[in-house]
C-alpha cells in the first residue's frame, strides 16, 4: 500500500499516530501494545526522509519521537483532551448518582443531559473549586 501525503498532512499524521499511541499506552507500564509502539516507530522512522530529522531520536536501536517532537506542543493537546473527559466523566458521574442511576440507563437521557449541562456549566465557571468531598 502507499500513500501519498504532503508535507503537511504527513506532519499532521505524526501527531494523530502519537496521540493515539499515547492514549492506548501511557498508563499501561510494562503491559503496551507492543505493536502500536512498532506502528508509531514505522511511521516516525519516515520523518528523515521527509525533511523532519529533528523530530526523531534513536535510542537502543529504535526509532522515538524526540524531545524536541515532545516539546513541541503535542502533550498540551493531549492535557487538553484529558481535561475534558474528566469534566465530563464527572458530571455524569455526579448527575447519575444525584437522579439515583449509578447502576441503571435512563428511559429519557433529557434529565441526565440537562443534570450534566447544570455541572459542566460549573465547572466552566470554577474548575475543580466548587467540588468538596465528605468521606
Known amino acids: ?7 503537511k ?20 507500564g510494562s503491559d ?5 509502539d512498532l506502528l ?3 511511521i516516525f522512522s519516515l520523518c528523515p526522509h521527509a525533511g523532519m530529522r529533528s523530530l526523531v ?3 537502543q536501536g529504535h526509532i522515538f519521537p524526540s524531545q524536541a517532537y515532545a516539546d513541541g506542543g503535542i502533550h498540551e493537546a493531549i492535557a487538553d483532551y484529558e481535561d475534558a473527559v474528566f469534566f465530563d466523566i464527572l458530571a455524569e458521574e455526579l448527575a447519575r448518582r444525584d437522579l439515583g ?5 435512563p428511559e429519557d437521557y433529557t434529565e441526565l443531559q440537562n443534570r450534566m449541562d447544570e455541572y459542566l ?8 473549586g ?5 468521606l
Not at 503496551?32 to 502500536?36: L, P, Q, W
Not at 456549566?121 to 475543580?128: A, I, P, T, V
Open 9 to 28: 498532512e504527513f506532519r499532521r499524521l505524526l501527531d494523530l499516530v502519537y496521540i493515539g499511541n499515547w492514549i492506548l499506552n501511557s498508563g499501561r
Open 101 to 105: 442511576l449509578e447502576t441503571s440507563e
Open 32 to 36: 503496551r501494545f507492543e505493536d502500536y
Open 40 to 42: 508509531q516507530e514505522k
Open 121 to 128: 456549566d460549573e465547572f466552566d465557571r470554577n474548575g475543580l
Open 130 to 134: 466548587a467540588v468538596s468531598v465528605d
Open 1 to 7: 500500500m502507499n500513500i501519498e501525503l504532503t508535507e
Open 57 to 59: 531520536q534513536n535510542w
